[in-house]
């Protein structure tokens, strides 16, 4: 029983392609996100949704949309692939928006654009 | 802003051994929450820890327990009786109680376990 699932595992792609990535939650949770890891292993955040409302924004460009069709799903498009694109892409999800809350991360998407 | 350090790269231990991993944070705030995140191999990050700024008492799940001291800004978790299987990069985390509710990360410490 995967709490939090994306798909894909692996996404190979050229430049200038769309993509999107995909999350779903089990759990009941009210928030959503996605955050980036670069090589480095740093975590960035770069979108937050609570009950399918938008309430992190980070800078991230305009090429990447979230969307949020329910509170379960979380999904994540990207226009016009950049090589600078490629990471893993963590979803994640938590009970609440509040600080407490700890996060359920699913197991990452490696992005590898050529 | 509020920044999380993480100054040891890369720690190893023997299997069995005790190991102790710093954090420290950098904030103005007096409530806040702190996590240690676990991402082994697999790639998924695991919750391993979660201690209240408010609360005095050092949290402990299992092996896994932490030394909070909050007046010098200091979160480090101490595994005992290591396992292969505690092999991972360990993340500690600092959530505020405003700015959204942001996890602000530090930059991770590989642990190796020898055995």
């Known amino acids: 029983d995967t709490a939090v699932s994306q798909t894909p595992k692996y996404l190979v792609t050229q430049m200038g392609n769309d993509k999107s990535i995909k999350c779903e939650q089990n759990?009941?949770?009210?928030?959503m996100y996605w955050y980036k890891q670069d090589s480095k292993k740093f975590l960035k955040i770069m979108f937050s949704y609570n009950n399918k409302e938008l309430i992190i924004n980070e800078t991230v460009p305009n090429r990447f949309s979230p969307k949020s069709p329910d509170k379960a799903h979380l999904n994540l498009h990207i226009n016009s692939l950049e090589l600078g694109d490629s990471a893993v892409y963590f979803c994640?999800?938590?009970?609440?928006?509040?600080?407490?809350?700890?996060?359920?991360f699913g197991n990452g998407t490696r992005l590898t654009v050529t | 802003a509020q920044t999380v350090t993480q100054s040891q790269p890369e720690m190893s231990v023997q299997e069995a051994e005790t190991v102790t991993l710093s954090c420290t944070y950098d904030?103005?705030?007096?409530?806040?929450?702190l996590f240690w995140y676990k991402q082994p191999p697999s790639r998924q990050m695991i919750l391993v820890i979660r201690q209240e700024a408010y609360k005095q008492q050092n949290a402990t799940e299992n092996r896994f327990s932490v030394n909070f001291q909050k007046a010098a800004k200091s979160f480090s978790l101490k595994i005992s009786d290591s396992q292969l299987g505690d092999a991972a990069m360990y993340f500690c985390?600092?959530?505020?109680?405003?700015?959204?509710?942001?996890?602000?990360w530090g930059a991770g410490t590989k642990l190796i376990i020898k055995p």
């Open positions: 985390a600092y959530r505020s109680l405003d700015s959204n509710y942001q996890l602000i």
């Open positions: 759990l009941g949770h009210d928030t």
């Open positions: 904030t103005s705030e007096s409530d806040y929450y």
């Open positions: 994640a999800s938590s009970q609440d928006a509040g600080p407490s809350s700890p996060l359920h």
